[in-house]
């Protein structure tokens, strides 16, 4: 868990004719981390750039689909293509496509229509209904003025009648949508289009039922109807065809994935005339199954070389985890990942993070609903079951220490409700708090400059280790000892203690110096320089890092004050005439506003320390994580013989 799963680099030097078959055995019989490192000249890898553009083609296609059709995310059926070579597979997919594109197509002529009629349709009927036949036939039969209706997303029908107040008659058409009915004279036409353009309004076209004349306009809404029941049924027909087809679809789409990725791992290989090269990372027990796999396959017309490689960060990282730490260490990896050449953080905070949580949202009632809070997003969220995950796990860190050490319920103690007697009373004991608070800090950093020891005996740094990581182990516990124990009395601290300090900085300042002079003379003067400014830096980060720590100490404290705050004001609610509710509301609101606010900053802090003050000291990061080689449906192209 601490360290990776260890990894060989492996080369298959192989016929390139026999790629897609090695491809094949790669995606079934074993992991293989691709090397994004080329070892060669780079052959031209023929159609990958159409592949490529049909693989876009098919993401715009599922698009658009998704937003006609409901999808459900589950594995789709299989429709194989048969194709004889990578040309005769891209004609395949181009036809494929080619069929959803059309159908897509109609499906969108469909919808435009429906929403012209169906806007038409409701848009006529209102100003019928506003007008009345009558007036529209009678406006209709008009010699010597020209009328026309206008609409606008954003503008009145007043604002319109006051642009044109002394130019022609405005008249509201219609209650359900902003449309006038502009009469005017012919000679007017150009100033009446110009101040309609000023005043957001648009000409509103005729349907072709109403060309002519606005006549018998019960019969002509009642086809407008027609014709909108009959696009709504041509859109659900084309809907239904391409429903029926979404399977295919999302075949296709998987299966150019894999294609474009083969093409891919081809263009990232080396080529001779006739041979290919392949590497990559296996994991070391996968590789005699992978070596003899493509043996059986390849007839034995393959070469394998295989070299672990223990100090490259350029190797990818893969851990095995119980179940409960792989929450973690996705939270490990916002920070980056670890690289294969030091400890890797997360099963450590797979614990310290839900303590340190615990300690700083400590309250058994509210521990409890943050996680009920949780279990509400894991199993109702898809999209937040991570988090449902976290919030579970720390909210019940924090009723257990709520409930253990501070004998907390909803801000209440458990010594009245119950008569536990916790062994720390926060309300009480804000000294001791305090103190509590610093030394988790220090044992935390502490622990964080012991991993940066091991990370320098992991990569054989061995004078980084003992001349500069372990003394500064020592300078800190030394450091914070004579802080804990003679405070800030600097008489007591010339007694005797001040050496427990002196004697490592001294070690700092002279050791790997004159190791380093030893080995380069003259050069390694430059290294006293150095460290001192290290030493310097390094007293202040002690310092400053520790000191950050006092969050604990504070989200405490907020916890005291935020829920006294709301239990005193249902109390003095409560001697009012609605108290009998107001003072249980208020109590109740309280207490989740705690939850939650609280539940935020805590989160928010406890990853602080662990990133910024905890990480800082071993943590570099920079890894690459393990990500095998997989297609989701085969190998789409195979070769005859």
């Given amino acids: 868990m601490l360290r990776p799963i260890k990894m060989c680099r492996t080369s298959l030097i192989f016929l390139k004719a026999d790629y897609e078959r090695i491809i094949d055995v790669i995606n079934r019989k074993a992991d293989l981390h691709l090397s994004l490192r080329d070892v060669g000249e780079i052959g031209e890898v023929e159609y990958a750039s ?4 049909l693989r876009e083609r098919i993401k715009d296609l599922v698009s658009k689909t998704r937003s006609y059709v409901p999808i459900r995310d589950e594995t789709p059926a299989c429709f194989p293509l048969s194709a004889r070579d990578w040309k005769d597979y891209v004609a395949s997919i181009e036809s494929e496509v080619s069929v959803f594109e059309q159908m897509i197509h109609e499906i969108d002529y469909a919808a435009k229509l429906e929403e012209k009629l169906e806007e038409n349709f409701f848009m006529w009927r209102g100003i019928s209904g506003n007008l009345g036949d009558s007036s529209l036939e009678m406006i209709s039969r008009l010699k010597e003025f020209r009328f026309i209706f206008a ?3 954003r503008s009145s029908v007043s604002d319109l009648m006051t642009a044109l107040a002394d130019t022609c008659l405005v008249v509201e058409a219609s209650k359900e949508a902003v449309v006038a009915l502009v009469v005017y004279l012919p000679s007017q036409e150009a100033i009446v289009m110009q101040r309609l353009e000023s005043a957001a309004f648009r ?14 306009l019960a019969a002509k809404l009642e086809s407008l109807g027609r014709g909108l029941e009959s696009a709504k049924k041509t859109k659900a027909e084309k809907i239904s065809l391409i429903e029926r087809n979404i399977g295919k679809l999302f075949y296709l789409e998987q299966s150019v994935s894999d294609a474009n990725s083969i093409l891919s791992v081809k263009g990232r290989s080396s080529y001779s005339k006739n041979w290919a090269v392949l590497e990559g990372y296996v994991p ?3 590789v005699q199954e992978l070596t003899n796999s493509v043996q059986i ?9 295989v070299n672990e490689d223990e100090m490259s960060t350029s190797v990818p990282v893969s851990f095995k985890y119980p179940k409960f730490f792989r929450i973690f260490d996705s939270i490990t990896n916002l920070y980056g990942s670890p690289s294969y050449n030091e400890v890797n953080p997360t099963p450590i905070m797979a614990l310290s993070f839900p303590i340190l949580f615990g300690l700083m949202f400590g309250d058994l009632g509210h521990g409890i609903s943050l996680a009920l809070l949780g279990l509400v997003f894991y199993r109702f969220f898809g999209s937040m079951k991570k988090i449902g995950l976290v919030l579970i796990i720390t909210g019940l860190a924090g009723a257990i220490i709520g409930a253990l050490l501070y004998g907390e319920f909803f801000g209440q103690s458990l010594h009245h409700l119950v008569g536990y007697a916790p062994p720390l009373h926060p309300s009480e004991d804000l000294m001791t708090m305090l103190k509590i608070s610093l030394f988790v800090g220090v044992v935390h950093i502490s622990l964080g400059l012991s991993l940066s020891f091991a990370n320098s005996l992991i990569q054989r740094k061995y004078s980084a280790a003992f ?5 500064k182990i020592a300078l800190y516990i030394g450091f914070m000892y004579v802080i804990f124990v003679f405070g800030l009395n600097l008489m007591e601290w010339f007694s005797g203690p001040i050496y427990y300090i002196l004697g490592p900085i001294a070690f700092l300042l002279l050791a790997e110096p004159f190791y380093e002079m030893t080995k380069h003379g003259k050069k390694g003067v430059g290294k006293l320089g150095e460290m001192f400014f290290e030493v310097f830096e390094t007293m202040i980060s002690f310092i400053s890092n520790t000191v950050s720590y006092l969050r604990i100490f504070a989200m405490v404290v ?8 709301f239990y005193s004001l249902a109390e003095i609610t409560s001697n009012g005439g609605l108290g009998f509710v107001l003072s249980p509301l208020l109590i109740i609101v309280g ?4 939850v939650l606010l609280e539940g935020i900053l805590v989160l928010a802090q406890d990853l602080r320390l662990h990133f910024y003050e905890w990480f800082s000291k071993f943590y570099s990061d920079g890894g690459i994580r393990f990500s095998p080689f997989r297609l989701a449906v085969g190998v789409p192209v195979q070769l005859s013989k």
């Fill in 50 to 53: 159409e592949v490529e553009s």
């Fill in 151 to 153: 609409r606008s997303e």
């Fill in 203 to 216: 000409p509103l076209a005729l349907p072709e039922e109403f060309q002519g004349s606005l006549s018998n």
């Fill in 284 to 286: 070391r027990d996968q």
């Fill in 297 to 305: 396959a390849l007839g034995g017309r393959v070469v394998s070389f």
């Fill in 467 to 471: 001349l500069v990581n372990l003394p």
């Fill in 558 to 565: 907020a916890h005291i004050m935020l829920t006294t705050v």
């Fill in 591 to 594: 207490n989740v506003f705690v």
